[in-house]
């Protein structure tokens, strides 16, 4: 069975109409047709839609998609593993600190945290640093296991208090967190997913954020930054 013949089973087991349906699920009876019928995919389905669509014609959205479209992961997983072997972190402990400095002075420029949260910040990158100091190679270097271990978190909660405040929308801020994590760019996930980064950055900065995007671009994303689309559906019922 294909994926909109299931579709077109679930809904016709609802009971209702064809119009009923879809005054209920709020989309026009000719998309409904297009993708029951395979002449549009259920790919291009907004995010939105998709949630309020599938929990009437109860199928549990992520277990549908990895059934039928299972190349949508299998890709994304094979790009993330090139993107992972191209990727290679600095290392320079000075370099390193020179970076961090810099963005504890943007947090005190533009008034992020009061004075004393960012003092805070700044004693544990004094202590962070001085504590690497003793485990440099004669290069300067710290090993990849320090950098992940120990400036990777601090990293990570520097530029979330940096970034995070001017994301209002849940689902956009639990995905910057984690790109955050992987310290992927929007570029670099954009590529892998086959979106501009034109339309990452504007899910990220509007209100809406990802709910109108599609929802095979949606699971894209979801797969990369190793997210359950579970949880993107949770937040984004509380955005409502």
């Known amino acids: 069975m294909e994926a909109w013949e299931y579709f077109k089973q679930k809904r016709e087991q609802t009971g209702m109409t064809i119009r009923e349906f879809c005054k209920k699920v709020n989309i026009s009876v000719g998309s409904c047709v297009e993708y029951q019928n395979g002449t549009k995919s259920l790919l291009s389905l907004p995010l939105d839609k998709t949630i309020r669509i599938f929990s009437v014609i109860n199928i549990h959205i992520e277990r549908f998609y990895d059934d039928y479209f299972p190349e949508l992961k299998e890709e994304i997983t094979k790009r993330m593993i090139v993107w992972e072997e191209k990727r290679v972190p600095e290392l320079d402990l000075v370099k390193l600190q020179h970076r961090y400095r810099a963005r504890i002075a ?64 849940l689902v956009s ?3 910057n967190d984690a790109m955050l994590a992987k310290e992927i760019t929007y570029v670099e996930l954009a590529h892998i997913v086959d979106i501009t980064p034109v339309s990452l950055t504007y899910a990220k900065t509007s209100q809406t954020g990802y709910s109108s995007m599609k929802i095979g671009t949606v699971l894209k994303i979801c797969y990369a930054l190793d997210i359950s689309f579970d949880e993107i559906c949770e937040l984004l019922l509380k955005n409502i």
């Open 106 to 169: 943007k947090m005190k420029e533009r008034k992020v945290l009061p004075d004393v949260e960012i003092e805070q910040f700044l004693q544990e990158y004094k202590t962070l640093f001085k504590g690497l100091k003793a485990e440099m190679d004669s290069c300067g270097n710290i090993s990849e296991i320090l950098y992940k271990e120990r400036i990777l978190p601090f990293s990570c909660r520097l530029k979330k208090q940096i970034e995070n405040g001017e994301i209002k929308n």
């Open 173 to 175: 801020r639990r995905i």
